[in-house]
Nanobody
Framework: QVQPVESGGGLVQAGGSLRLSCAAS????????VGWFRQAPGKEREFVAA????????LYADSVKGRFTISRDNAKNTVYLQTNNLRPEDTAVYYC???????????????WGQGTQVTVSS
């Protein structure tokens, strides 16, 4: 089975940027859509962005549209989340997950990574 592994989190000031990576371990991401979700302390996990296997179609939560960009390099078995103009409210653990098709819903994703912490200071 595919095992997503996230990296790239860290501490950044408001207005800054980070590029998160999600690499496939075990099996490749071949044929899988990949989504990013986040969970802040005391809050439910929420959808951030998703991309189809081909990369032709993407989905974004309204809260990140225009600031975050999801992309993938299938030759490297890696999906990226470029986060720009970060805000304190973006602080959360960011998870990537793989699914048979792109979806807003966490329950549609079968394989999850361990997460990477993003902290945005004001």
């Amino acid at each position: 089975q595919v095992q997503p592994v996230e990296s790239g989190g860290g501490l950044v000031q408001a207005g800054g940027s980070l590029r998160l990576s999600c690499a496939a371990s075990g099996r490749t991401f071949s044929g899988y859509a990949v989504g990013w979700f986040r969970q802040a302390p005391g809050k439910e996990r929420e959808f951030v962005a998703a991309i189809t296997w081909s990369g032709a179609n993407t989905l974004y939560a309204d809260s990140v549209k225009g600031r975050f960009t999801i992309s993938r390099d299938n030759a490297k078995n890696t999906v990226y989340l470029q986060t720009n103009n970060l805000r304190p409210e973006d602080t959360a653990v960011y998870y990537c997950a793989a699914a048979a098709s792109s979806s807003w819903y966490a329950n549609d994703y079968d394989y999850w990574g361990q997460g990477t912490q993003v902290t945005v200071s004001s």
